[in-house]
């Protein structure tokens, strides 16, 4: 069974930081892409951030570029989003997502993040 155990959402002030952690099981993680979707209160889901199955290349959406760093350590099966200068903007739930090479895709159940001003 796959499963994700997401953490590290919360309340922050702007300017502030936060790191999200997905650690997932059920499925061979060293072979997947992992990536970050948000998703704000009557908005659509958007992609933040992705990370390749070797962790090798990253990619970020423009919004969160410079600011957000995408990483992974797969001995633990975890994949990791810093987040630095939090803006109100950013408020959402975040969810974890894994992808492999022919389409399969899991997501976690996502965690509240929110910024105040």
């Known amino acids: 069974e796959v499963q994700f155990v997401e953490s590290g959402g919360g309340l922050v002030q702007a300017g502030g930081s936060l790191r999200l952690s997905c650690a997932a099981s059920?499925?061979?993680?060293?072979?997947?892409?992992m990536g970050w979707f948000r998703q704000a209160p009557g908005k659509e889901r958007e992609f933040v951030a992705g990370i390749s199955w070797s962790g090798g290349t990253t990619y970020y959406a423009d919004s969160v570029k410079g600011r957000f760093t995408n990483s992974r350590d797969t001995a633990k099966n975890t994949v990791y989003l810093q987040m630095n200068r939090l803006k109100p903007e950013d408020t959402a739930v975040y969810y974890c997502?894994?992808?492999?090479?022919?389409?399969?895709?899991?997501w976690g159940q996502g965690t509240q993040v929110t910024v105040s001003s």
């Open positions: 997502n894994a992808n492999s090479s022919d389409s399969r895709t899991y």
């Open positions: 059920g499925f061979t993680f060293r072979i997947y892409a």
